[in-house]
C-alpha cells in the first residue's frame, strides 16, 4: 500500500469514527512530504458551525501547528471530494494536491454530495484548480455513510 493510501485510509478512518460519534462521516489528513501534520473531522452537528468542514479543520489545525497559514508543499486527503469552500480554501492555503475515496455521486444517495452547492455558484472542475486525485482505499460509500 501507498503512504497516499494509507493516509487517505486513516482519513476515512476518521470519518468512519466521527459517524459513530453522530457526526458527519467526513475526515480529513493534512500532511507535508508524506508525514502528517493534522486532522480534520466535520464538526457541524456539535459546533452548530456550517464552516466545520473535516478539510477546513485540519486547515485550522495545520496552520496553528507550523504557525502559518501557508500550505505550500502539503496534500490533503479527504473521505469525500472536496466542497467548494473547502476546494476555496485549499488552493488559498497554497495546498499542492488533493486525494480523496468518495466523490459526490457516490455520496448523493446519502444527501451528502456537495453538487448542488457547485451548480449553484456556478463552478466547474474543468480544469481542476490543483491536482483532484481520487483514490480506492477497498473501502465502500455505505460504510462511510451509511444510512
Known amino acids: 500500500m501507498s503512504n497516499h493510501e494509507s493516509l487517505l485510509r486513516e482519513a476515512v478512518h476518521l470519518a468512519q469514527a466521527n459517524r459513530a460519534r453522530g457526526g458527519r462521516p467526513f475526515g ?5 512530504d508524506g508525514q502528517l501534520i493534522a486532522t480534520g473531522v466535520n ?9 466545520s468542514h473535516a478539510e477546513m479543520e485540519a486547515i485550522r489545525a ?5 504557525q502559518s497559514p501557508d500550505l505550500r508543499g502539503c496534500a490533503v486527503y479527504a473521505s469525500g471530494h472536496p466542497c467548494p469552500m473547502c476546494l476555496a480554501a485549499l ?3 497554497g495546498v499542492q494536491e488533493v486525494y480523496y475515496a468518495f466523490d459526490n455521486n457516490d455520496a448523493a444517495p446519502y444527501g451528502l454530495s456537495s453538487e448542488a452547492t457547485y451548480q449553484a455558484l456556478r463552478l466547474t472542475l474543468d480544469p481542476p484548480p490543483l491536482p483532484l486525485i ?13 444510512r
Open 28 to 32: 480529513a489528513v493534512l500532511a507535508r
Open 43 to 51: 464538526g457541524i452537528v456539535h459546533s452548530h458551525d456550517p464552516t
Open 62 to 66: 495545520a496552520s496553528r501547528r507550523l
Open 91 to 93: 488552493v488559498i492555503s
Open 134 to 146: 481520487r483514490l480506492d482505499v477497498g473501502v465502500t460509500a455505505d460504510a462511510v455513510y451509511g
